[in-house]
């Protein structure tokens, strides 16, 4: 789990850490940004949508809960449909999904309206654009991951900061009704993203004699191929992360919804109070990108798992003491450090997953974790709401959120230093080398497994690899023999959703 899992993918094709990478990574920015920052964007039509239906504040704030909820709990849903169908074709109907849900409510007749098309179309929808939008990134880039994670996280804040004053400009000239139907024709641009995402594609194999058997394990592979894979709940280190990021999750968006508020209570007028998110998101922009540099570098990524526990660490104590202040002056500095720390999680808390599983169970592995988050998230806010109410006291609220991220960066260190065994010397080898480290483990597993597929002994390996000396008629080594095959193989992709489009 202190390491980095390397892989080449379950197309059999290496990561170009390049190329039509950086595409991928500009669609996965944008859906990032999308996928976070709207639900956001949404409660600036509050008051619009209280006055039209007569209701209060709480049923108003379940439009965006809604949507939490559904880019959280859909992941199983969202994994299936990935390892089924492949990454863009699920990203350009779940574009079309969250298009359609806003415009539909557009016509709304009552609240109940909203939470259908709003909450469950629109956020089903921007679900199955996040997450194949990071399997796909994590399939393009191996070497340069992190940096690449931290640019695709630096999208929320950038679009929160576009998208809150959008909503405040189109409810005033266009109202809610109005607003609405804009920002689904926005959301079409999910489709747009998807189209980025194309598979990975290897080259032609050579038409030369002596390949022909070379494709023969690729209906095994399909055979073995799962649409949700559970085993990654064997891995201690799954299971280590998993626990640690629902602790996490309980505390760790509570201090942007309240802050706006504890100015305010602290005597701020609402523009002053306000300005305070938007200090917040401008630190949370720079952050997650430079958290991303930092992680990249060769001796920090082997122990990315403790870089991710310092940042819990840093933002929950920031919670901590951002808890005793008494003036504007002391949260303009508790938001400019919550932005560092805040943006630092953003950017690792993905990229430690995909070290943990790597490629091949990334896709099952994203869609378990966010299921058990999106109960902390339903959990989280409102029991700090609760906590409030009941004590009229920021300070509480901000105690707790600081406590129950720390506790989650507990978990995560303490659990990961004594239940992992780590192999120091190998993982250091593997990631100077990158991907070749992956092709010659593969290629060193597979020189093992064939000739006892093929003989049904392993006491028959010297026999067969004597054969096939005898059998080259350029007299090469077995060694060069199995490695031309391999070649071969590594040239045509197995059967995958994706490479059929």
Known sequence: MGGVALDDGPSGVNAPDGGWGWAVLFGCFVITGFSYAFPKAVSVFVKELMREFGVGYRDTAWVSSIILAMLYGSGPLCSVL????????????????????????????????????????????????????????NRYFSEKRPLANGLAAAGSPVALCCLSPLGQVLQYYYGWRGGFLILGGILLNCCACGALMRPLTAPKKADTPGHEDSQEPAPKAKAKAQLLDFSVFRDRGFVIYTVAASIMVLGLFVPPLFVVSYAKELGNEDTKSALLLAILGLVDIFARPTCGIIAGLKWVRPHCVYLFSFALVFNGITDLIGSQSKDYASLVVFCIFFGISYGMVGALQFEVLMAIVGTQKFSSAIGLVLLMEAIAVLVGPPSAGQLLDYTKNYMFVFLLAGTEVVLSAFVLAICNFLFIKKKPAQTEAALEAGQTAAELEHLSKTSREEPQRANGDTENQEEQRGSMAQDDPEGSTPTEAFQQDRHAQNGAVSSNPETNL
């Open 82 to 137: 990935v390892n089924r169908f492949g990454c863009r074709p699920v990203m350009m109907v779940g574009g079309i999904f969250a298009s359609m849900g806003m415009i539909l409510a557009a016509f709304s007749t009552n609240i109940i309206h909203i939470y259908l098309c709003t909450g469950v179309i629109t956020g089903l929808g921007l679900a199955l654009n996040f997450q194949p939008s990071l399997i796909m990134l």
